[in-house]
């Protein structure tokens, strides 16, 4: 607030000189402002996108996009195809499993602990016909019935295991529920379906809808991630590795690009810390396949040198 004014020339000189400097000290402090907030756009705009920050991951340490469809398919992001990979199975199942060793094991969508030493998977009674959710320990042979009577699709995602292999997480009649091994006692946690752990053990996501959440394992902490507002939302969450960034799929219809006659669904990647969101690639992928982000020495060396 200025002084009152007085009467005198001099006075009057003084208060002139008091009101340029005010004046000067706020062009001073509008400017300063003005350059942060340009240096800030620039920082964002020359930020890189989620695309970006793969392909440079991808070059740096060979992480892909990987599921397994009559052999290991990949993404190369720089190229935005999928390649199929030549290498073991050994990040999506142990070398030493063999499915026929365990005919009740369905395979819809098995989920298998950080260790590998547990599988969880629907699995079918080949006498009786009977259909459960059930997880089986490759260590022990034993088995544990988490739900009974249930009809023979998927109820977990390749990410359905906590860090310490203690809980799992699983959709059923529309609820996220958390299965505790050690007392045998499953909770229904939330409303949603296709829920996905996080890699550092902080978070659960699932869908509602066309929505996105997630929460902390214990129920609290409830958050919205975003809204899939084009073609519509088919699949969980599947967490990078860092759990910074995440894939998902959605289903596009002719209006939003996709096929007249047919199903289009597209692969997404999208980091959570600021939304840069982008597809991964053109190919129609399967909502359901058995997702998992990998480490490819082949991919590497394709990104190394430039070959797809």
């Not at 695309?51 to 990987?66: K, N, V, W």
């Not at 959709?171 to 949603?192: H, P």
């Not at 969980?236 to 209006?255: K, M, N």
Request: with cysteine; proline share 4%.
């Amino acid at each position: 607030m200025l002084p009152p004014l007085r009467s005198t020339a001099a006075d009057s000189l003084w208060n002139n000189q008091i009101v340029k400097s005010m004046r000067t000290r706020q062009y001073a402090t509008a400017f300063v402002v003005c350059t942060i907030i340009l240096l800030l756009s620039f920082t964002a705009t020359g930020a890189e996108s989620v695309r970006e920050e793969l392909i440079r991951l991808q070059r740096e340490s060979g992480l892909t996009f990987a599921w397994i469809d009559r052999g290991i398919q990949a993404v190369s992001f720089k190229e935005r195809t999928v390649v199929e990979l030549h290498g073991p199975l050994q990040d999506f199942r142990p070398d030493s499993f063999d499915s026929t060793d365990y005919p009740q094991v369905s395979t819809i969508n098995t989920c298998w602990s950080r260790d590998q030493q547990k599988l969880v998977d629907t699995m079918v009674d080949r006498r009786s016909g009977r259909v459960s959710l059930e997880l089986l320990d490759l260590v022990s042979k034993r088995s544990q019935v988490i739900a009974i009577n249930v009809d023979q699709k998927s109820y977990v995602t390749s990410q359905c295991w906590a860090p310490d292999g203690k809980q799992l997480v699983y959709e059923m009649d529309d609820a996220v529920r958390l299965y505790g091994l050690d007392n045998d006692r499953s909770d229904a946690v939330a409303k949603g379906r296709d829920p996905t752990w996080s890699p550092d053990g902080n978070w659960i996501a699932f869908r509602d809808g066309e929505t996105y959440y997630a929460m902390h394992p214990d129920g609290s902490g409830r958050k919205k991630l975003f809204r899939n507002h084009w073609g519509g939302a088919i699949s969980g969450l599947y967490w990078s590795p860092d759990s910074r960034i995440v894939a998902y799929v959605r289903e596009l219809g002719f209006l939003q690009g996709g096929a007249l006659d047919a199903e289009v669904n597209q692969l997404r990647a999208r980091r959570l810390e600021d939304g840069s969101d982008e597809a991964l690639c053109p190919d129609s992928v399967d909502w359901f396949a058995n997702f998992h982000w990998i480490h490819s020495s082949e991919l590497m060396n394709r990104s190394a040198h430039g070959r797809h």
